[in-house]
């Protein structure tokens, strides 16, 4: 079946540190991959996608490849700020219907 | 652009009580998705309505939960009699179309407790 797995969180880094969260995916098909963002109190927003293999999915600093031989989506950042604190989760969409499947979600915590 | 609403907010039963949750999705968004997020997991899909016809429903547990939009824009979704394990964020989402390449915009949620 399809599944989404994530590294187990909390993550807690400085301001300015090098942000690495894991994705690995199970899936049939060709899935599009996302990544998706919940600030506290707010609800779960868009941060990036990719719809085929090697696609680079980017926004805010963020950026994430889809990598269909290691089944990985990687989110990546240079350079972390405080305001990045959130939830952050992987999701896949394995049809055309567009419904996700996440992840569990990577609690992120940046300290000044 | 007003965004998906949902509420109430928060809500808290006994168990073997109901309650109903109300989403108003996006202005024009034909497609329109319950997920229920457990404490520490992700959401999960629980039914997706396109217009007013489901979808997928095929996660919804239809002995005790049901959806309805019967207009095809807001939508209602019921928990008769809740369990302890119901106890949940619920969120809505919709989409212009549901297909691949259009984005999924959520609600805040629906936190349930039940006690």
């Known amino acids: 079946g399809n599944s989404v797995t994530q590294m187990e969180g909390p993550v807690t880094l400085s301001e300015e540190a090098f942000l690495t969260i894991n994705c690995t995916y199970t899936a049939t098909g060709y899935p599009s991959l996302f990544w998706y963002v919940q600030y506290p109190g707010e609800g779960l927003q868009l941060l990036l996608k990719a719809t085929k293999a090697d696609d680079k999915g980017s926004n805010k600093g963020f950026e994430a490849t889809y990598r269909k031989e290691t089944t990985s989506f990687h989110l990546e950042k240079g350079s972390v700020q405080v305001s990045d604190s959130a939830v952050y989760f992987c999701a896949l969409s394995p049809g055309s219907q567009g419904n996700l499947i996440f992840g569990k979600g990577t609690k992120l915590s940046v300290k000044p | 652009e007003a965004g998906v609403a949902q509420s109430p907010r928060y809500k808290i039963i006994e168990k073997r009580q109901s309650v109903a949750f109300w989403c108003n999705p996006i202005s024009g968004h034909a497609t329109l998705y319950w997920y229920q997020q457990i404490l520490g997991q992700g959401p999960k899909l629980l039914i997706q309505f396109q217009n007013n016809g489901v979808v997928d429903d095929s996660q919804l547990p239809k002995d005790r939960f049901s959806a309805e939009r019967l207009k095809g824009v807001d939508s209602t979704l019921k928990i008769q009699p809740a369990k302890l394990e119901d106890s949940a964020v619920y969120l809505c989402?919709?989409?212009?179309?549901?297909?691949?390449?259009?984005?999924?915009?959520f609600g805040q949620g629906t936190r349930l407790t039940v006690v």
């Open positions: 989402a919709s989409s212009l179309s549901g297909q691949l390449n259009t984005e999924a915009f």
